[in-house]
């Protein structure tokens, strides 16, 4: 349904004013030749640390961002390709969550406003009563009921667990079929993040979705998603089936951030051992050559200072290292 | 800019090490000779000026410090007697009862005119005679007298009169010129005569702020004394020299104890209403000024002080009774605004405001009231009715604006003829001079520039250093380089506004430094570190130490001893300078500190 | 809180500062040194009885309690006593009438224009950040916005009232004419007005336009800008009804500060064209020392503060759904 190739988006660095005057130009490369795919109705959770580019990623996807170069094609259409109107029709099948509630819903619009404005735009039906049933049913199945009761409010007035399922609603008006989530219950409390996780579940097995949810929370992403893919430093490490990557972390970033799973039973936390990783993530503008894991690697060795490159080493399973053959 | 805030903060710090530094070159003892020479900031000329002594001064070791202050800040320093010296223009008039004021001990007090606080009884009797006597050629010689002695203690250096630059439009023509120039309060006669070759029959003035107060009785500034004295007529007038001329009063006579003065009035004369003028109106006049103490008009002061009683013996004659003769007595009455009577007796407070002067502003003079916009424009009409020569404009405007460039501008545009107050500033004169669009009248101003002392405090108390100073200032320079808008004079009574009045044979200073230098070493001063600022060490400035002057001519010291410095009410502890210096170091420390600590 | 309480609140605060400034407008004036009289009548020659009888008119010759009182007394029936340089003159006639019209006039036509022109051009200019007309705007802003107002009037009246004989060099009326018609006065009075406007509306066009480009750039930054560009919105939909409702907010404060220039007026640009208003009064009093006359514009500018203040919270509370009353 969805495939990426060799996304990159770069931004430029802030330079001083005696660099420009030489002509250096520096970039901050946020996302650096990322590829995957997504089947329909799969769930595909894009896992990293901040800062990794999973965020520019999801949004390079839906176009919110201009990529530097790539292509991604959605049902055929390369989508980076469209132009003003084909865009329109596309954002009708492709929607976002954002991470921060708190911010992603103008404030100065009421929730009948926010979440009947895709409507309008496309013009949906043809009557104010259709769209005020459509808008009513779209708050019913995030469970904001009655829905009477929320659309003359404004965000401000929700908290933020409604105001989540506002988004979600605004995403869902249009029917799509592709959604990305952005870290959608990061801004939550822990006790409510269950209920939109689940809440998404059900909507996606209702209208047949397919999801990219973006995270960095290994946790959730077991819980939510059919695969993953971690990402480090604007690169994919490894993809794979959720639970053999779990069970089974190939790539040594993988690993470490396995091993940083807090987990509930305190003696079996015990007997586990954490991986420590010296040093900071480098700055994306400073890039190592080679792995970029590798100034940091523990398993680190001379091969690494090349560039490896994503391989299939078992079937289904990809992973960028050269220490892992399949 | 953040970034740049520790450079500014180091930049501080190094205009403040030098106020660190240099309280510690002299010793208390041997005090330099320096003073601070107050100078005001918005006058162009008094700047100059002040920036020139301070060279000049420097020259024969005599440190000046100038400080530019606004008038709220100077003016008060100075009634207080709170100051070293200071140089601006002082203001006179016609008469020269300034001599009086500014010279006599009993006007040294807080804001008496004596801001020099010069005291000499011999002076203070020869003046208490002069303004006593209604003789005048016995005041004359009296102030003779008098002068010689001011000129010789030198309480303060008269520089220079300004001159009275002002700008005609083209076509205008017959102005007359008079000292304080063709359009003044005093000059009765520019707006009669003038007229202009195209036909144009209205005047414009240009006045910098509102004429405001237009009452007679509370004019108290040039504009408003100027639009009084278009629209109320005075008993006497002033011709080109200054001299009473017949205006109201046909003739007068003064008798000989100098107490009792007689005017005849005009006959047929009318008021702007076509009521008759009699002295039944200067009668009421007279005793309305005494009676509600006037502030405004030009010499009510005087008037207030030596008016007696005034009789009407008829229609045409006023006899008025002097407590005391005054040797200017005839210009005290006649040149008073005089009021109609059947309007000024329901008037009881004098100062009314402006939006009353369609109702209360009827005079006799040559042009009448016709309205007032607030803030924008004055427009005056020519009064047929009036006895004298018509005058040959049909309107008078006055038309306030702010700016002299502006001013400028709309004369050449020939919008307005010209303006109210002679240009200040060197620059515009100097464009104003060469511009062939305008005509150029130069005059003798009222405003006389001097070099003033603190004569109770150190070292001005020593009348060497007085007379020093006024021999190193070399006036011509000071006039050279105010492009020539000064006339320069040695005399404290001026000849071009009071003739033979002034002392034709008072002491003069030659510009003559080597002079200075000498007269400053008798009184004690030499320059004892080597820095060219001479100190007060009377020992080492005896003349058996090696002098540093060339000239021999200098006689072993006869002189009474000077006073020393001890007597002076500077604070002979650690310099003021210094402690404010630290202070304001330590707070700038701490700011940074605060400053640096907050990011 | 309710929203009236919130006002009452408001209100109440408003009047305790305006007490207390009027309070501290009589003493300020008191606490300065010397003798007033010498400040009305600057003639050192005045006999004591004439100061006694001066001091007596402009009622210094009482205890400064009684005068406190009267102050009071007075302020309240609207007398705020008689000028010092318009002897005689009531400060109420000096302030009220022509000259307040003067500045009202001209200060909120050129506020107005300067803020819509300047809105417009940020708008635009935030829109396209980083092109070249965006760069010029700003150039130009911050050019027109550092120029000293007093020269740029001064060139304008050389060019445009000497050599070109457009506009009027000084004054608000031609002098000497008498109108036949309303009309015919309001066309001169407009005529003399394009000076000083033009000087005020360039110099304060740049602060609008960068203070709007700024809140605007703040407001692309959100997160419901994202949202609105993922639902499909044209652009000018994203700018106009996102955007800027949101943007505008900041303005509302701006506006409000702006209304003491409605009173202070713009010294320099009244002075180079004699345009009688308050900021040459200002100028005038300080100069002359006029101490009634500063008072009074004194209480005026603070009642115009106040109000304004108090009719920005207000509406800012109306307007924007997020203020919480407290």
């Known amino acids: 349904m969805l495939e990426v190739k060799d996304l990159r988006v770069w931004f430029p660095a802030r330079t001083s004013f005696w660099q420009s005057l030489k002509g250096v130009s520096r970039y901050v490369k946020a996302v650096d030749g990322v590829s995957f795919t997504i089947k329909r109705g799969e769930v595909l959770a894009l896992v990293g640390e901040s800062g990794s580019g999973k965020t520019t990623t999801g949004k390079a996807i839906l176009r919110l961002i201009e990529p530097t170069s790539g292509e991604v094609w959605f049902e055929g259409v390369n989508v980076l390709s469209l132009n003003k109107k084909e865009l329109k029709e596309f954002r009708r099948k492709a929607q976002i969550i954002f991470q921060d509630p708190f911010e992603s819903l103008d404030p100065r619009m009421t929730i009948y406003d926010i979440v009947a404005e895709p409507l309008k735009v496309n013009k949906v039906y043809g009557s104010a009563d259709e769209e005020y049933d459509a808008v009513a049913k779209a708050l019913e199945d995030v469970r904001l009921v009655p829905p009477e009761d929320f659309m003359t409010r404004f965000p401000h007035e929700l908290s933020g667990g409604q105001r989540q399922r506002v988004a979600i609603a605004r995403a869902l008006i249009l029917r799509p079929k592709f959604i990305v989530a952005d870290e959608p219950v990061s801004m939550l409390d822990a006790s409510i993040r269950t209920q939109i996780l689940e809440l998404m579940e059900d909507l996606r097995k209702e209208y047949g979705l397919t999801y990219l949810f973006i995270t960095h929370d290994l946790a959730q992403a077991r819980y939510t998603s059919d695969r993953i893919a971690v990402m480090y430093l604007g690169r994919i490490m490894e993809i794979g089936p959720t639970e053999e990557v779990v069970s089974n972390p190939l790539h040594p970033y993988t690993k470490v951030l396995i091993s940083h799973v807090p987990i509930p039973d305190p003696k079996l936390a015990k007997s586990r051992k954490k991986i420590d990783v010296p040093g900071e993530t480098p700055s994306p503008i400073d890039l190592p050559p080679g792995c970029r894991f590798y100034p940091r690697c523990p398993f680190a060795r001379e091969v690494c200072k090349e560039e490896p490159q994503l391989i299939e080493v078992e079937p289904g399973r990809w992973v960028s290292c050269h220490l892992v053959r399949s | ?599 | 809180m309710g929203f009236k309480e919130y006002v009452a609140r408001r209100l109440l605060s408003s009047l305790v500062t305006f007490f207390l400034i009027i309070v501290l407008n009589f003493f300020i004036f008191r606490i300065m040194p010397g003798d007033p009289t010498r400040t009305i009548a600057r003639d050192a020659r005045l006999l004591p009885e004439q100061r006694e009888l001066l001091k007596k008119r402009f009622g210094l010759d009482r205890p400064l309690w009684d005068q406190f009182i009267l102050y009071l007394v007075n302020l309240f029936r609207g007398d705020l006593g008689l000028s010092f340089q318009y002897r005689g003159t009531p400060v109420v006639e000096v302030i009220l009438g022509r000259r307040m019209l003067n500045t009202f006039l001209l200060m909120g036509s050129s506020i107005a224009v300067a803020l819509v022109i300047g809105m417009t051009l940020g708008t635009i200019a935030a829109w396209k950040r980083g092109s070249k007309a965006d760069i010029a705007a700003i150039i130009f802003s911050l050019v027109t916005y550092s120029i000293p107002t007093f020269w740029m009037g001064m060139l304008l009246i050389l060019v445009f009232g000497y050599y070109l004989d457009w506009i009027p060099i000084s004054g608000t009326i031609t002098t000497g004419v008498e109108y036949q018609t309303f009309w015919e006065y309001a066309a001169d009075y407009l005529h003399h007005m394009v000076g000083p406007m033009v000087t005020l509306v360039i110099s304060f066009i740049g602060y609008h336009f960068l203070l709007m480009r700024n809140s605007l750039l703040d407001v692309f930054t959100e997160d419901y800008m994202l949202t609105a560009i993922a639902k499909g919105l044209s652009t000018r939909t994203i700018l106009f009804k996102h955007a800027m409702r949101n943007a505008l907010l900041p303005m509302i404060s701006v506006m409000a500060l702006e209304v003491v220039y409605l009173f202070s007026g713009a010294t320099a640009t009244e002075t180079v064209f004699t345009w009688q208003g308050l900021g040459l009064l200002i100028y005038e009093s300080v100069v002359k020392q006029d101490y009634p006359v500063l008072q009074g514009i004194f209480i005026f500018m603070a009642l115009a503060v106040l109000t304004a203040n108090f009719v920005a919270d207000v509406v800012y509370a109306l307007v924007d759904p997020r203020i919480r009353y407290g």
């Open chain 2, 1 to 599: 800019m953040n970034k740049y805030k520790p450079l500014f903060i180091l930049l501080a710090l190094l205009l403040i090490i030098p106020y660190l530094a240099t309280p510690l070159k002299a010793s208390p003892e041997e005090k330099e000779l320096k003073f601070e020479l107050m100078v005001l900031s918005w006058d162009g000329l008094s700047v100059t000026a002040g920036e020139v002594i301070a060279e000049q001064l420097k020259k024969v070791g005599i440190k000046v410090e100038v400080s530019a202050l606004d008038d709220a800040v100077m003016y008060p320093r100075i009634d207080k007697r709170d100051y070293d010296a200071e140089e601006m223009a002082y203001g006179v008039d016609p008469i020269p009862t300034y001599f009086y004021d500014r010279f006599h001990s009993s006007q040294d007090f807080e804001g008496g005119n004596n801001a020099w606080s010069y005291h000499n009884p011999e002076v203070d009797k020869l003046l208490d005679q002069a303004f006593s006597t209604g003789d005048v050629n016995k005041a004359k010689e009296l102030f003779h007298r008098a002068e010689a002695l001011i000129a010789e203690d030198v309480p303060y250096i008269p520089l220079f009169l300004a001159k009275d630059v002002h700008a005609f439009a083209k076509g205008w023509k017959n102005w007359t010129v008079m000292p304080a120039g063709p359009i003044s309060p005093y000059n009765k006669l520019t707006p009669i005569y003038i007229y202009n070759e195209d036909g144009k029959d209205t005047m414009v003035i240009r006045y910098p702020s509102a004429p405001e107060p237009l009452s007679p009785m509370a004019a108290d500034n040039g504009r408003a004394l100027y639009y009084c004295s278009l629209v109320y007529d005075t008993l006497i007038a002033y011709d080109p020299h200054l001299k009473p001329i017949p205006w109201l009063a046909k003739s007068w006579e003064i008798s000989d104890d100098g107490k009792t003065i007689t005017f005849h009035l005009r006959e047929g004369v009318k008021w702007h209403d076509g009521k008759p003028l009699t002295s039944e109106d200067v009668a009421f006049t007279f005793n309305y000024i005494k009676e509600k103490k006037v502030t405004g008009g030009i010499y009510t002061v005087h008037l207030i002080r030596l008016l007696d009683s005034v009789e009407t013996p008829d229609e045409h004659t006023v006899v008025v009774h002097l407590k005391s003769p005054f040797p200017f007595a005839l210009h005290v009455f006649g040149y008073t605004f005089i009021v109609p009577k059947h309007i000024w007796e329901k008037i009881d407070e004098y100062d009314w405001p402006a939006s009353k002067a369609p109702e209360y502003a009827v005079g006799s003079g040559p042009f009448k009231f016709v309205k007032y916009v607030e803030g924008e424009y004055l427009e005056l009409a020519r009064f047929d009715d009036w006895w004298g020569k018509k005058p040959n404009i049909k309107r008078l405007i006055i038309k306030i604006i702010k700016e002299d460039e502006s001013t400028i501008l709309q004369i050449k545009k020939g919008e307005v003829t010209t303006f109210r107050y002679g240009l200040m500033s060197p620059g515009l004169i100097k464009a104003v001079r060469k511009d062939p669009d305008l005509q150029v009248v130069e005059a003798i101003d009222q405003w006389d520039y001097l070099l003033a002392f603190n004569n109770k405090r150190w070292p001005f108390t020593i009348k060497e250093v007085r007379q020093a100073i006024a021999y190193a200032i070399d006036k011509k320079e000071i006039v050279k380089k105010l492009l020539d808008v000064g006339i320069i004079t040695d005399n404290y009574v001026f000849e071009q506004w009071y003739g033979d009045w002034a002392n034709p044979n008072v002491p003069k200073y030659e510009y003559n430094p080597e002079k200075a230098k000498e007269l400053l070493r008798k009184a004690g001063f030499v320059d004892v570190d080597g820095d060219g600022i001479l100190e007060y060490a009377p020992e080492k400035a005896k003349p058996t130490t090696p002098s540093p002057t060339k000239t021999q001519t200098v006689q072993p010291t006869t002189q009474k001893p000077t006073p020393t410095p001890t007597t002076t009410e500077k604070p002979s502890g650690p310099d003021m300078t210094l402690v404010a210096g630290v202070i304001i170091l330590i707070i700038i420390v701490l700011a940074a500190l605060w400053y640096l600590k907050k990011r």
